[in-house]
């Protein structure tokens, strides 16, 4: 690795993209080789509401999501040596993409979106052949496609291997973090 330091920055890194890049997998790992905390907007949101964020759209709406999640981005981007994993939709507010650059480093990930359909097949097998089912996912799959088009730096899972994309999110992250 050409970085100082091969731990955690001080920074945090925060990885976004749309359902099936792997942000969630990656994370951890790269949590995990640099001796990091790791955290995911969506499982905070539920461990605090005891509600996904999909049932509390469902049954609050978008604007009490958006609360949510502005919430405990504050809270998140107050830690520090840790990577924040962070949907789509949560980063196109930009009081949250403001407070999460302050933080550290944020990464976008993306995929092809014939291999994000075959992820999700394989992840959901005979679930994913529900149309009614598949209807929702790739309803919610556009909905987070938005901040693919925001100014982020992005990498492309497509071709890449869970080990290589952890390597070159580790790379990222130490080469970008403010000393």
Known sequence: MSAVFETAPYQNLTLTG?????KTTVGRAV???LGAEFFDLENEILA???????AI???????????????AIRDLTLRRHAVIVVSGPAVLDEANRARLAESGPI???TCRLDEVLRRMHAARGAWFHNPANRGVLLSRLKREMR???LDLPQLDTSRLSIEETTAAVAVYWLEHARL
Not at 18 to 22: A, F, K, L, R, S
Not at 57 to 71: D, N, P, Q, V
Request: proline fraction near 3%; include cysteine; hydrophobic fraction near 40%.
């Open 31 to 33: 949590a995990r080789r």
């Open 48 to 54: 605090r509401e005891g509600q996904s964020a999909d």
């Open 147 to 149: 901040v693919t088009a």
């Open 57 to 71: 759209r469902e049954l609050f709406g978008e604007a009490r999501l958006k609360a949510l999640e502005m919430t």
């Open 18 to 22: 749309p359902m099936g890049v792997g």
């Open 107 to 109: 990464l976008c990930l």
